[in-house]
């Protein structure tokens, strides 16, 4: 007897054939280990012995408040505080090249996710992540200032 495969599609099962079958579970585990490896902090041992903690590449509020970041609240804000904010980013993106002000505006203007941005340029997700977090360190850098 001939063994069926199916995945899942939104809330529908299909059935597929084994070539497509084991492409999909292989996809799957790419994404669940991506996602993992972005959520959990690595620790490192240097050759002198010392240990690193690197944090996720995805925080919580909870650890950033653990860490005393300064989160802006904007629901008190007045609308001048809004505007100075918006003038300021303004600034920022337009400080970047034009190939980082397009990812920043795809990823946070444009909603698309890290993983549809990734198949879009034809890169790997974590070459997005790191884009992102070297455009985002600009950014605070530019906002510094």
């Known amino acids: ?6 995945i899942v599609i939104g809330s529908k099962k299909h059935e597929v054939n ?7 579970q292989k996809y799957e585990k790419q994404l669940k280990y991506s996602e993992y490896n972005r959520k959990t902090e690595k620790i490192e041992i240097d050759s002198s012995g010392k240990i690193k903690i690197k944090p996720s590449k995805e925080d919580s509020l909870e650890r950033l408040l653990n ?3 300064q989160i802006p ?10 505007i100075e904010m918006k003038i ?4 920022a993106l ?4 034009e ?3 397009t990812l920043i505006d ?3 203007f444009q909603g698309y996710s890290v993983s549809e941005l990734a198949k879009i340029m034809n890169v790997s997700v974590v070459a997005i992540y790191k884009r992102r977090d070297k455009i985002l360190y600009n950014l605070n850098k530019i906002l510094s200032k």
């Not at 007897?1 to 199916?6: A, G, H, P, S």
């Not at 084994?18 to 999909?24: G, N």
């Open 1 to 6: 007897m001939k063994r069926k495969y199916y």
């Open 94 to 97: 337009n400080c970047l090249p």
């Open 99 to 101: 190939s980082d002000k």
């Open 106 to 108: 795809k990823l946070y």
């Open 88 to 91: 300021m980013l303004d600034y």
């Open 18 to 24: 084994r070539e497509i079958h084991k492409v999909y």
């Open 73 to 82: 609240d904007t629901r008190n804000s007045s609308v001048q505080d809004l």
């Open 67 to 69: 860490l005393n970041t």
